[in-house]
């Protein structure tokens, strides 16, 4: 089988296509995680494109805020089995609606708890 010498052009932009794509996994896969930080860093530094507009980037802050107030208020510990990322690394926490706004639950702070990964997951739509 005889292969095709890519021009450089052609290289380049298969090296961008692929490179977005796997920016794109790595941004959901990290979204929500222990790891934000270092995505926000990555993205600071401009290896993701941003296409965001002011007022999203505003709403994206404050939700933020809020995710820590709501991490702080449960001591960073997953109110439905315990764990902590201080005393297990492997802990992912989440954000967890304990009314599922599929069931018409809100986004107030007293609808919110902090929940482990495998707790989120696991409790899914499921009213406790």
Known sequence: ????????EETKRI???AAKEAADEIRKDLMG???LAIFEKMDADGLFEKKTSPKTK???????RVR?????RD???CQYCGRSPK??????LHLDHIKPKSKGGD???SNLTTACLECNIGKNNIEL
Request: with cysteine; proline share 0%.
């Open 68 to 72: 820590f107030k709501i991490f702080k």
């Open 33 to 35: 995680t222990k790891y």
């Open 15 to 17: 090296c961008e296509l």
């Open 58 to 64: 505003r709403i994206m802050s404050e939700n933020y």
């Open 1 to 8: 089988m005889a292969y095709k010498k890519l021009s450089e």
């Open 87 to 92: 005393t297990d690394r492997n802990v992912v």
């Open 75 to 77: 001591g960073f510990k």
């Open 107 to 109: 986004n107030s702070e």
